[in-house]
């Protein structure tokens, strides 16, 4: 015999049968067909689903909830702002005009007017220097939000302590020039 024949007579077949290569295909089958079934199975029906929506639709809302604590914040003037900031970055000039309005505890507003008066100038300074060092992206993000946390931050550091609860902004536009 030769070396090619005992190779031949003990060679197995390669690839293996059909069955072998359907069973992964079945056992999927079989698993995402039982998972179906068993999602069926817990879904409400259409009477359940109508009967649930009937009851929300009729539920009272709940009420507002006023905790004691919960303090009745007073708008004030913080004036209007008309400043032109220069981007070095892209080469523009933007105009940007608003007008801002804190928040501050009713109780506390007095106090505030006063401690405002006599700082009025720092803060419209540090509110300057914000808006000029602003990025266009918070210049356009809709709420403001780092911006009003930098003001807030540092108007409360001028007035020497915190009274603003927060900032607003009415009339807010930029423009590039």
């Known amino acids: 015999m030769s070396g090619h024949e005992k190779d031949a007579g003990h060679a197995a077949p390669k690839g293996g049968g059909l069955l ?6 079945l056992i999927v089958i079989a698993v995402v067909s039982g998972e179906g079934v068993a ?11 109508a009967k649930a929506a009937q009851e929300a639709l009729a539920a009272k809302p709940p009420e507002p909830h006023h905790s004691e604590h919960e303090v009745e914040l007073e708008e ?11 981007q070095p970055a892209s080469s523009i000039t933007l105009r940007i005009e608003f007008h ?3 928040m501050v505890p009713h109780d506390k507003a007095e106090g505030f007017k006063l401690a405002y008066e006599s700082k009025k100038n720092r803060v419209r300074d540090n509110v300057m220097a914000i808006i000029r060092s602003a990025e266009m992206n918070d210049l356009t993000d809709p ?15 001028a007035l020497g302590k915190p009274m603003l609860e ?7 536009t930029f423009l590039e020039q």
């Not at 999602?39 to 689903?49: I, R």
């Open 20 to 25: 072998s290569k359907l069973v992964p295909a």
């Open 100 to 102: 801002l309005f804190g």
């Open 143 to 157: 709420g403001l939000g780092l911006i009003k946390r930098k003001i807030l931050e540092t108007t409360n550091k």
């Open 39 to 49: 999602a069926f199975m817990l879904m409400p029906s259409v009477e359940e689903n």
């Open 166 to 172: 927060g900032v607003m902004f009415a009339e807010f």
């Open 76 to 86: 004030v003037d913080l004036e209007e702002y008309k400043i032109t900031s220069f």
